[in-house]
């Protein structure tokens, strides 16, 4: 199991992280319910906010008196920073029920995003469920050449779609946006199947052409980044171009607290975003 | 570095006695603050004894560790050593040399630690106990920060503000040692492991009485502590790793051990001046050397001689983790004694007013079933799978994360394995199943 | 270190309900919240106690928003009243090992009630809890020997004044047997301070940090040297829940299991260190049998001593 292009091992001196350990007030400035559990929060600093982030970045996430979570960043732009949370236990929960005016902790940025998308070839981004939210800003960064851009989204039921209201934005700036569920309702008229069925509909440039080789971003459960990587390569996309972001538990968010080791990496340090080939080698065993 | 005129004048004798240190350099003579003028000894036994920090090599003879004690208590400093407590050798403070562990020993094995009669009076004539120094330099329990809400609807968070305590280290085994840089690597980025590390004055001993548990060699991290000391892949390079180091020399019969002190950083230089000491005579430096040397060949056991990290990225799906699982507890144990294991969890707390919120930074261990709960359940749930993360990760993967082998060789995990489970045993086992492959 | 200040909108303040229930059990446990003394001021200010016969006679019609439920089930009347409590609790808690394990008077699990013979021994199942009513109907048309009913009642004499109103089932089973539970604290007693911090966590919405982890963890965090490996001593702490913070080991003497089995516990790999500490197959089927006996981990480790070696 060897894992490539990990960053070499940093050697840390001193206190470059500060006051990394304290979260740094936020106050909720804008709350949209996504779905009947998930919910889009836009955050702006109280006093001085956290640094820049990177798509594909994530921030520890405080409730006063119920605890901290890793939460990925959807978006935001100058010091505001937006989260969207599902409600699964009681923090994302607590999270999701902060009113407008309310105030969360948040500490970070953390962790190595998304890669910047090569400087041609097409770009496919495919989503899971609440994995939108992490692509969202390389949906948005994507829409500036939107030509090369295909959306591929996938969600249990159509009341589990996320950023909905966007979807036509994208479409209207040039982008391919395909929406799929498991299950249909009533109301649903699209497409249903699991998200990789999608990618018949987008053309893929075959290896050996003259086209610049695609990109991939992938995030959603482990399984359908799993079947996605494959699903992506099958079609023609390098497995060192695929990338997908991993979950693990975190506690610190700065490889202090050795809950998020998967194998030879810290997810923390070294992910969430990983390629797809190192993800396929260490999610190959079980209970690593 | 040296005086030219002493140096010249000692040139003709290997083991010269002088004194250097780095801010004091030709100050021989007059060391110490405005006392009598001691005659500091160096130990020139080679020319290239000049150290990466540019602190020479100088060795004394002490014949009381009391003084040591007393003048780093007088620097503000919290001393901490082995002392003889519930049939065992623990880490506590102690405030004279007195209530150091005279005449104990102890004997080891597989799930079993006794507390035994030495025939002379060392203090430091024992092998690792059930506590490291990580104790002192990552607590078990740690507030990281307290927060408030106001009658009027304001928030404070508050980092801690105390001063780290300052503490001195007496007896710090070369593995131990080596355990401490590992960590260095690893929690250097903590605030608060870093405050109290560098605050701390360490006095590593090289360890002459390795147990059957002990297995530093094949780790590359003992017995003598000079090599640990100097490991030119150390980091952070800029901290002291050691301060002084003492050989402890002692024989039945003889009222108090003989220690031949080496300075190993500037502070430890300053430190060991103002100590009553007399030159290290040759034979008695021969003879600590002898000891760790000796040291050396008598270690209970040993690591397999191979890659351990591919050897372990291999058997990741090896039937001998079924094999380790039936025997293990998963009591955590191992992780808990080990001088290297840094794992904690937080817990965020209220009061019961739901006003004061805390957030406290607690050791955890890999063993523990929760460790990796992601919403709807852990990933490692079998034993099995939580074995295999302890080993693989201290053994292998503790490589590709931090640049270095986890493993300092210390025995502590097999000696403190309830169930005597023997990490040298289980990774032999794995390595002759991966080359039957 | 660092002050930030920032507005923060108080939640609205509305004094929760607690109430304290009691089946079979010693009242240890509810004594426990009394024993709270520097905090009882606080949490009465904090929370409204509408049912604490041990401390209040005044009770107040629930719903309740927390139940803390100490004692075991061991009668027709206690099984239907755990039912009345669950329905009238958002948030159902049992403390102590009667509560969360039988206690130990699920000793009589072992045991035929009316006979007092040991028998082969016996756990609480779903099934067993269904068809007790039908095996006490059984019991009282007479279906045992003249011989076993004289001992039964004669025992029965010695300790109570008016036999013939006892009415108890054959098990002692916990609470989370016949009703959903939604947090359990172990222990016998349980631990005040793990009390506190169960109530606050349920105050604030915090999901309570109940360990999974060892005794043995404990034991390292407050630097208590391993009794087990140190002075050969028989200890329990490694397949016992956390919780207590270790207070035996703390008093030089072994764990004796009294949070019951922690989850995943390898009692199976504990029982050669055991033997090999000096105790017998007698001695580990006794250590077992306190009062975690009718979980199953236990009842199996007790039961295993007398297994042949395989």
């Known amino acids: 199991m060897n894992v490539d292009r990990l960053p070499a091992t940093r050697v840390r001196l001193l206190d470059p992280y500060g006051q990394a350990m304290i979260p740094v007030p936020y106050r909720v400035v804008h709350r949209h319910e996504e779905t009947a559990d998930t919910v889009t929060v836009r955050l702006e600093p109280v006093g001085d906010g956290l640094d820049a982030w990177a798509p594909g970045q994530f921030t520890m996430v405080y409730a006063f008196g119920v605890g901290?979570?890793?939460?990925?960043?959807?978006?935001?732009?100058?010091?505001?920073?937006?989260?969207?949370?599902?409600?699964?236990?009681?923090?994302?929960?607590?999270?999701?029920?902060?009113p407008v005016g309310s105030i969360l902790g948040l500490r970070g940025p953390f962790g190595r995003g998304w890669p910047d998308r090569p400087p041609e070839g097409d770009v496919i981004v495919l989503a899971g469920g609440i994995g939108l939210a992490p692509l969202r800003p390389v949906i948005l960064a994507g829409l500036r050449e939107p030509g090369r851009l295909s959306v591929l989204i996938g969600a249990r039921t159509p009341a589990d779609l996320i950023f909905t209201a966007e979807y036509d934005q994208w479409r209207a700036a040039g982008a391919r946006?395909?929406?799929?569920?498991?299950?249909?309702?009533?109301?649903?008229?699209?497409?249903?199947?699991?998200?990789?069925?999608?990618?018949?509909?987008?053309?893929?440039?075959?290896?050996?052409?003259?086209?610049?080789?695609?990109?991939?971003?992938?995030?959603?459960?482990?399984?359908?980044?799993?079947?996605?990587?494959?699903?992506?390569?099958?079609?023609?996309?390098?497995?060192?171009?695929?990338?997908?972001?991993?979950?693990?538990?975190?506690?610190?968010?700065?490889?202090?607290?050795?809950?998020?080791?998967?194998g030879p990496i810290l997810v923390c340090r070294d992910g969430p975003v990983v390629d797809a080939g190192n993800a396929a080698r260490l999610l190959q065993h079980r209970e690593l | 570095m040296i005086p030219s005129d002493t140096a010249q004048g000692l040139a003709h004798r290997p083991w010269a006695v002088f004194f250097v240190c780095p801010d004091r350099r030709g100050s021989e003579g007059s060391i110490g603050r405005g006392r009598p003028a001691l005659r500091i000894a160096l130990v020139i036994d080679d020319a290239d004894r000049d150290r990466p920090n540019g602190v020479k090599i100088m060795s004394a003879l002490l014949r009381s560790l009391e003084p040591l004690v007393t003048t780093?208590?007088?620097?503000?400093?919290?001393?901490?050593?082995?002392?003889?407590?519930?049939?065992?050798?623990?880490?506590?403070?102690?405030?004279?040399?007195?209530?150091?562990?005279?005449?104990w020993g102890v004997q080891t094995g597989p799930g079993v630690y006794r507390l035994r009669r030495r025939a002379d009076r060392a203090v430091f004539g024992h092998s690792a106990g059930p506590q490291a120094w990580k104790r002192f330099l990552h607590p078990p329990r740690e507030r990281l920060w307290s927060a408030d809400r106001g009658v009027d609807g304001t928030l404070t968070i508050t980092g801690p503000d105390e001063e780290p305590p300052r503490y001195a280290f007496l007896g710090v085994r070369a593995c131990d040692l080596r355990a401490i840089a590992i960590q260095d690597r690893v929690l250097g980025a903590s605030p608060s492991y870093a405050a109290r590390r560098r605050a701390a004055f360490l006095v590593a001993v090289n360890c002459?009485?390795?147990?059957?548990?002990?297995?530093?060699?094949?780790?590359?991290?003992?017995?003598?502590?000079?090599?640990?000391?100097?490991?030119?892949?150390?980091?952070p390079a800029d901290w002291a790793l050691a301060d002084l180091a003492l050989t402890e020399l002692a024989e039945p019969g003889d009222a108090e051990p003989l220690y031949v002190a080496t300075a190993l950083s500037p502070a430890g230089g300053r430190i060991l001046a103002r100590l009553p000491q007399t030159p290290a005579p040759p034979d008695v430096v021969a003879a600590a050397r002898a000891a760790v040397g000796a040291a050396t060949d008598h270690m209970g056991r040993s690591l397999p001689d191979v890659d351990l990290r591919e050897m372990l990225a291999a058997s990741l799906d090896s039937p001998h983790w079924a094999d380790v699982a039936a025997r293990c507890l998963t009591c955590a144990n191992c992780t808990m004694v080990c001088p290297t294991c840094f794992c904690t969890s937080v817990t965020d707390t209220t009061d019961l007013s739901g006003d004061h919120a805390e957030r406290w930074q607690t050791w955890a261990s890999c063993f523990e079933v929760d460790f990796s709960y992601l919403h709807g359940g852990s990933v490692r749930t079998s034993a099995r799978s939580r074995y295999r993360q302890w080993l693989t990760h201290k053994l292998g993967t503790w490589r590709d994360q931090f640049g270095e082998s986890g493993c300092?060789?210390?025995?502590?995990?097999?000696?403190?394995?309830?169930?005597?489970?023997?990490?040298t045993a289980e990774v032999r086992a794995l390595t002759s199943q991966g080359a039957e492959r | 270190?660092?002050?930030?200040?920032?507005?923060?909108?108080?939640?609205?303040?509305?004094?929760?309900?607690?109430?304290?229930?009691?089946?079979?059990?010693?009242?240890?446990?509810?004594?426990?919240?009394?024993?709270?003394?520097?905090?009882?001021?606080?949490?009465?200010?904090?929370?409204?106690?509408?049912?604490?016969?041990?401390?209040?006679?005044?009770?107040?019609d629930g719903p309740y928003d927390v139940s803390l439920v100490e004692?075991?089930?061991?009668?027709?009347?206690?099984?239907?009243?755990?039912?009345?409590?669950?329905?009238?609790?958002?948030?159902?808690?049992?403390?102590?090992?009667?509560?969360?394990?039988?206690?130990?008077?699920?000793?009589?699990?072992?045991?035929?009630?009316?006979?007092?013979?040991?028998?082969?021994?016996?756990?609480?199942?779903?099934?067993r809890a269904r068809n007790e009513r039908a095996t006490r109907e059984d019991r009282?048309?007479?279906?045992?020997?003249?011989?076993?009913?004289?001992?039964?009642?004669?025992?029965?004499?010695?300790?109570?004044?008016?036999?013939?109103?006892?009415?108890a089932l054959g098990t002692s089973t916990p609470i989370s047997a016949h009703v959903r539970v939604d947090y359990e604290l172990r222990g016998c007693p349980i631990d005040r301070r793990q009390l506190l911090d169960l109530l606050s966590a349920l105050l604030a919405g915090r999901r309570p940090a109940i360990p999974a982890y060892s005794v043995c963890e404990e034991c390292k965090l407050r630097g208590t040297t391993c009794v087990l490996v140190a002075r050969g001593a028989p200890c329990l702490g490694p397949v016992t829940q956390a919780g207590c913070g270790a207070i035996c080991p703390v008093y030089d003497r072994g764990c004796f299991g009294c949070f019951g089995p922690m989850p995943g516990a390898n009692t199976a790999a504990l029982e050669p260190v055991l033997l090999a500490r000096g105790m017998t197959d007698v001695d580990i089927e006794r250590v077992y049998r306190t009062f975690n006996a009718a979980t199953s981990t236990f009842d199996t480790a007790a039961g295993r001593s007398h297994e042949p070696p395989q």
């Open chain 2, 208 to 235: 002459t009485e390795p147990s059957a548990t002990c297995f530093c060699v094949s780790a590359g991290a003992g017995p003598d502590v000079e090599a640990v000391e100097t490991r030119p892949d150390r980091a």
């Open chain 2, 408 to 423: 300092v060789g210390c025995g502590r995990c097999i000696a403190w394995c309830p169930a005597g489970i023997d990490i």
């Open chain 3, 71 to 127: 004692g075991s089930i061991t009668t027709e009347e206690d099984r239907e009243r755990i039912v009345r409590v669950r329905e009238q609790s958002r948030i159902l808690v049992t403390v102590g090992a009667c509560a969360t394990a039988g206690g130990i008077q699920a000793l009589r699990n072992l045991a035929d009630i009316e006979e007092f013979r040991p028998r082969a021994p016996r756990i609480w199942t779903e099934e």
């Open chain 1, 177 to 262: 946006v395909l929406v799929t569920v498991d299950r249909a309702d009533a109301t649903w008229t699209g497409h249903v199947g699991v998200v990789t069925t999608l990618l018949s509909q987008v053309p893929v440039a075959p290896s050996g052409t003259t086209r610049p080789a695609p990109t991939g971003y992938i995030c959603g459960p482990e399984i359908m980044m799993r079947l996605g990587a494959d699903a992506l390569v099958a079609a023609g996309v390098p497995p060192h171009r695929i990338w997908v972001s991993l979950e693990r538990t975190m506690h610190c968010g700065i490889a202090l607290c050795g809950h998020c080791q998967l």
């Open chain 3, 1 to 60: 270190m660092s002050g930030s200040v920032a507005a923060v909108a108080k939640p609205s303040v509305v004094r929760p309900s607690l109430a304290v229930w009691k089946f079979a059990s010693c009242d240890g446990c509810q004594l426990t919240l009394l024993d709270c003394e520097d905090e009882l001021l606080a949490l009465a200010e904090t929370v409204h106690i509408a049912y604490f016969l041990e401390a209040t006679s005044t009770v107040v």
């Open chain 1, 68 to 98: 901290e979570i890793p939460i990925s960043i959807s978006g935001g732009s100058g010091p505001v920073i937006q989260h969207t949370v599902r409600a699964v236990g009681a923090v994302s929960r607590a999270i999701c029920d902060a």
């Open chain 2, 72 to 103: 780093l208590r007088a620097e503000g400093c919290t001393v901490v050593g082995p002392r003889e407590r519930d049939g065992a050798i623990v880490l506590d403070a102690i405030d004279s040399a007195a209530q150091l562990p005279s005449g």
């Open chain 3, 140 to 167: 009282a048309s007479g279906a045992r020997g003249p011989c076993e009913r004289t001992r039964a009642q004669e025992f029965l004499r010695v300790v109570y004044a008016r036999p013939e109103y006892v009415s």
